[in-house]
Structure formats: C-alpha cells, structure tokens
C-alpha cells in the first residue's frame, strides 16, 4: 500500500526543505501554495477531505476551532521544533499511510527582502507595544 504525507510548512520556507529532501529520498513532489486563508483557525476550517488522514501538529488551534474530529486522528506534538515533529511523523509511517504533519517553524527567518523588511516593521511595531 502506498504512504502518503503532507508536510504543511506553515508560512514561507519551502525553498529550506526542498533543498534538504533530496538528502533523504528521491521520490517528493514539493511546491509553494498560497492558500485562501487568512489565519490557522480559518485554514483548519477550510480543508476537506481529510478523514482519512492523521494530523500531526504543535497547534492547539485545530482542537480549540473544534476542527480535530473531521480527522481520522489529531496527534499533538509536545513540541514545536521541527525535526521533533518529524520524528513522531516518522513512527507513524510504519503503520499509517495518510498523514499530514503541521510545521509551525519556520515562519522565520520571512524570505527575500520584502519579507526581511516586513519582519524588521513587524519586529518594531512589537517593541512600541510593549
């Protein structure tokens, strides 16, 4: 039977695990998507199609938007570093066969100089509210 996984890079840095998969296998398929959504609680709302899927993720969101039960299985990683997260994906593997695992990091470092000087304007925007 075939595996298939999913890896949502939540914002920005697909360009990182494009280069870092071919170190692991030969066989991906690996694009940029923008979605319609405007926010994690509204992305978890709009997916379908997913009940046959295990979810892994940091994010509490999926639970507290009440979006874990249109999944086969939510799994909450204790962690929000990314290659912890793999790993759990990982042992999965052996015995699921659909899983999409939700990376929070890397929303940083924002890519190009566009989003450098976003994050430099988001960054000094955070100091002035403190």
Request: glycine share 6%; charged share 20%.
């Amino acid at each position: 039977m075939s595996k298939n996984l999913v890896i949502i890079l939540d914002a920005c840095r697909f360009d990182a695990l494009k280069e870092e998969l071919p170190r692991y296998t030969e066989n991906f398929l690996i694009f940029p998507f923008v979605g319609a959504s405007r926010s994690t609680p509204e992305y978890y709302r709009n997916i379908t199609f997913v009940s046959d899927f295990v979810l892994v993720t940091a994010n509490p969101v999926v639970t507290l938007s009440g979006n874990d039960g249109k999944w086969k299985r939510v799994i909450h990683a204790k962690s929000l570093d990314p290659n912890n997260n793999l790993k759990v994906c990982l042992d999965l593997l052996r015995y699921e066969n659909k899983i999409v695992l939700h990376l929070i990091p890397p929303h940083l470092p924002w890519q190009g100089k566009g989003g450098q000087g976003s994050l430099r304007t988001v960054s000094e925007a955070a100091k002035l509210s403190y």
